[in-house]
Structure formats: structure tokens, C-alpha cells
């Protein structure tokens, strides 16, 4: 199967690591051009000099609407329309109800859910004007099944799936828009979720031993899967959100 994304612009935000990063390289390698949003470009500083011509940086801080809005100003002026955008930026707090404070709460909110609003409603003017657009919404297992401690994380997720049906609703049949909600991915994030653990082994081993697979996915193997949503092999699927997860939650233990 050939997936191409020749003379299609691609946009990624949290493009700079982990799972943004793997899908923007993978979109770029597909023959797209790809507009990677992030705070920190020098994490791409490599892969900018190897695609000068097919892969840009954008300076943005999703939880601030003006910038959002700048960003995807200039995007549009760079390149007229987008076909691609991929909702991949993403933060994970941990406290219950009685423990996370309303900054805290309102930060998870800012960065998982109201910037992925935001990115929509300012790419999709663009994106009419494409002739073929998709919108995917990276989510996570734990928006159907929850740890401990992540009230904040697990609210913004579920409401994800929302977010993602009325997008595939609202601007049917133009653009199609799904979600892929993954189980651990190692990336950074988790690198620095279990920094503080003193058996950091331990607790990877926990985490391996979740997933039927059990092992934590790599950021390519959930970006292949974003690569596959957003081309026309998947051209009949839309308000569909899909679990990348290793099996997390599918088995009942005891006996």
C-alpha cells in the first residue's frame, strides 16, 4: 500500500518530539509539506537543514489564543490552504478532584482541549479551500479507561471524543475528522512522568505489563496510524475516535 501526501500541506502541533515529531517526518517523507508547531525548534534543527523545502517551524504557545491564531495566520499566507492538521500537542497532570489545584485544571484544559479548538477553528478556513482535508485529534486510552490521580488528564480526553464527532458533523462531507487515542508511547513525556520514581525499571515493567502486547509502543507505530487516518486509504472513515493502545482495558483479571 502507497500512502502519498505529494502536493499536500500538512500542519503538526507538538511536532518537535515523540509521536508529533514521527508523524510530521513520516507526512514529510509521504512527499508533504509540513508545518511543525512547537516552542522549541531546535529540536528539529536536523531534520529543517535535511527538508528546507518541506519542512517549516512555527513558533506558537497553545495555551495563549492570540498566538494560535497569529500562527495559523502565517501558515496561510505561507501556503494559501492546509489539508492535513494534526492535534497532537498534549500535557499530562495528575491529581484527583480534592488535589488538583484550578490552575492546574484549567492549564490540562488549555493545552488538550482548547487548543485543539482553537487549531481547528482557524485551520478550517484553510482547509475549505483544500480538495481534500482531514483533522486528527491525538487523545489517549485513558479518555475510555483511567488511572488513578488523573482527573484533569481523563476529563479533557473523553471530551476530546466530543470535540471530534462535532467537528466530523458540523463540516461534513468537506473535511473528515477522527481521533487515535494511544496506550504508553515512549516518548518524553513519559520519560519524564516516571523521572521521579527511584525504581524507574519497575514501573516501566508495570506499565509493559498493562498491554496485552506488553510493551509500551513506539511514536512511529502511533504515527503510522495517524499517517494512514489522514490519507485517502482511509477516505470513507470520519467522527470515528480509535484505540492504539496495546489492549489496555480489554481483559477483566481474576478468574
Known sequence: MVISFTGKTAV????TSGIGKAAALQLVAAGARVAVI???????TGELAEFPDR????????????????????????FGTIDVL???????????????????????????????????????????????????NVGSVQGFV???????YAASKEALHGLTRSIAIDFAPKIRCLAVCPGAVQTPMLEKDIENFVDKEAILEETRNIHLLKRIATPD???????????????????????????????????
Open 55 to 78: 519542512l517549516f517551524f512555527f513558533r506558537c504557545e497553545l495555551a495563549d489564543h492570540a498566538s494560535i491564531k497569529n500562527t495559523f495566520a502565517k501558515i496561510g499566507n505561507l
Open 86 to 136: 494534526v492535534n497532537n500537542a498534549g500535557v499530562q497532570t495528575y491529581g484527583n478532584v480534592v488535589t488538583t489545584g484550578e490552575n492546574i485544571w484549567d492549564f490540562t484544559m488549555d493545552i488538550n482541549l482548547k487548543a485543539v479548538y482553537l487549531c481547528a477553528k482557524y485551520a478550517i478556513s484553510l482547509m475549505e479551500k483544500a480538495p481534500y482535508a482531514v483533522i486528527v
Open 221 to 255: 507505530e502511533i504515527a503510522n496510524f495517524i499517517t494512514f487516518l489522514a490519507s485517502d486509504k482511509a477516505s470513507f472513515a470520519t467522527g470515528q475516535t480509535y484505540r492504539v493502545d496495546g489492549g489496555i482495558g480489554v481483559r477483566i483479571e481474576g478468574t
Open 12 to 15: 503538526v502541533t507538538g511536532g
Open 38 to 44: 512547537g516552542r522549541d525548534a531546535t529540536k528539529l
Open 146 to 152: 483511567s488511572q488513578r490521580n488523573v482527573a484533569a
